[in-house]
Structure formats: C-alpha cells, structure tokens
C-alpha cells in the first residue's frame, strides 16, 4: 500500500470526522457496475480489495477511501464506420444528403446499440484524509485525477472543504532558485538527476534533462536565457525520493529501505496485516515530509484557512 504519486489538499477549516461516520456516507454511493445503457460509474470500494469490507480502512487517525471507476470501451474508429454506414444507406434509400446533425444523431443510436457488448476498463483511486493533520492527500498523476476523487467525495460527504496548498511563492521561482543558487538548497533535500526546463515565453520550448549533474553548466547556461524549472527530482532526508512538479503535486514516489525493512518484519502471509502497516508507515513518513516540503519551498500562505480556536 504504498502510494505512487501524492497530490496534497489542505482543509481550509477545521474538519472533524470519525471512520464510523465516513463509512456510513460513503455507502450511499458504493460502487455498483455500468447499467447495459451508461458509459461510465464511479464509487466506493473497500481499499483492502477482496481482504476487506469496510470502505473505509483507517490507522492513526488516518482514513483511507478508494474510488472505483468503470468505464465502456468504445473505439472510435469502429463507431465512425458504422456511423457512416447507417449514412450511406439512409441516403442510397432516401436519396438526400445526411446533415450532420442526424450524423449524430445516428452516433448516439449506435453508443445505445453497441454498449451492452462493450468491454470494460476498472481502474482505483486512494485517497486518504488527515484530519489532525489537516490535509488529505490524493495518489494521483494529475492534478484533474485528483480533483475527481475531491468531488466525489464532497458529493458523498455534502462537505469537503479542502483545496491545494497556496504557496508564498512558484514553485517554478523555488526550483530555478535552488538551480541557479540564488536561493539556498535545504539541508533536507538533495537533487536528483532529473529536471524540465520551460522557456515562459507564448512559444518557449521544453528542455527534459535525466541522468545529468543538475548543477552543471548546461544547465545553468538554459537557467540564463531565462527558463525556469518546471519539474525537480529529488530526495528527502535519504528516505524518500520523488519528482516534483510547478503545481506542487508529488510524482513516482518512492519509499527508502528502512521503511521497506519495517514492512519486510510484519507476516508476509497475512495481507490485510501487512497493508495495514504499510498504510501507518507510509503517513506516518507523509505526516513528516509533506509540512518540511511545504516549509523548504517557501512557506505557505494560510490567510484563507480558519484556524481551529
């Protein structure tokens, strides 16, 4: 149960709420699968797969939810043949031109026709809520990804008031700082060898480096025709490395050895065992890494969130 990617959302106020009672709101929306007629369903499954069935699986105060996503696979180019097939015979019988608002018309008849026989794609989101912690944390590559599984959970909830943390400053302006040493690397933090540099220009180009000495000169000349570093590898405390990217969203995240060690002591016969302690020791890592990141790169500004009294 480790997380791959890590899109971080603060809660703007303070927010309170039991696994007990997340349970029961998330089970009005449960998963169910697509009806012969829809396209797509989404909702709550346990996070534990087939070795649990809570939707909610919690350690420490930490809450875990997982969304289900089922959506039909159409392929275009099979539709548009049919499509233009029922056309040509509308228009062999009728002798008219098919306008392309009864084109549509026709694609929507053949999605009706074809989606009982469709195959499916399943995939899983995690997300999990810290309310002491005040964030929730999302394993999402985008930043659209994560914010589906937000609304979801606002929809089930009625309330979700979170958003992504407001840094003091870019987290472009952070990295290129750090690059071209006019802001000082944090003791915490070592570079990685992979980086990408965009000129901020209407038609800038993109520069993807990997496997190369961040701190050398061909970097630096591109930090002097005015790019700025749009994503950074890096590692924290020798513990945790990742990429981070200009909207703060944690990429191909990966746990150190120690961590890694400590799961290795817990019963590899018992599944539901061992993911439960992955699940602890991978927020308990999170609970400590993503307040030093936040703090490394700026400081965020909290002026919006209300404070608890």
Not at 179 to 197: F, Q, Y
Request: aromatic share 6%; with cysteine; charged share 30%.
């Amino acid at each position: 149960m480790w997380f791959r990617n890590a899109r971080v959302f603060r809660f703007t106020k303070p927010f309170d709420i039991t696994a007990e009672q997340l349970e029961t709101q998330l089970q009005a929306d449960a998963f169910k699968p697509c009806g012969p007629q829809e396209l797509v369903r989404h909702g709550w499954v346990p996070p534990l797969g087939k070795h649990g069935q809570q939707l909610v699986h919690s350690a420490g105060g930490y809450h875990l939810v997982a969304l289900r996503k089922e959506e039909k696979l159409l392929p275009g180019p099979v539709i548009k043949e049919l499509v233009e097939e029922k056309a040509e015979m509308i228009e062999a019988e009728q002798g008219r031109k098919v306008r392309r608002k009864e084109k549509d018309e026709l694609k929507e008849q053949v999605l009706l026709e074809m989606l009982p026989q469709a195959f499916s794609r399943n995939r899983r989101s995690f997300a999990y809520l810290a309310p002491q912690d005040g964030i929730m944390v999302v394993d999402a590559g985008s930043a659209k990804q994560a914010e589906d599984l937000a609304s979801a959970l606002r929809k089930s909830l009625g309330s979700l008031p979170v958003r992504p943390p407001v840094l003091e400053q870019a987290p472009a302006f952070t990295f290129t700082g750090w690059l071209n040493e006019s802001i000082d690397l944090p003791s915490a933090i070592t570079l990685g060898t992979e980086c990408e540099l965009k000129d901020p220009s209407e038609d800038g180009g993109v520069v993807r480096c990997k496997g190369m000495d961040l701190m050398a000169d061909e970097i630096r000349n591109h930090l002097e025709t005015g790019m700025q570093v749009t994503k950074l590898a890096v590692t924290w405390d020798d513990s945790l490395s990742f990429v981070l990217d200009e909207e703060f969203g944690i990429r191909r995240l990966k746990f150190g050895d120690t961590l890694q060690e400590k799961l290795d002591d817990v019963d590899a016969d018992d599944a539901a065992a061992r993911f439960d302690a992955a699940f602890a020791l991978m927020t308990l890592e999170l609970a400590r890494v993503i307040p030093g990141l936040l703090e490394a790169m700026g400081g965020e500004d909290r002026s919006a969130i209300i404070e608890e009294s």
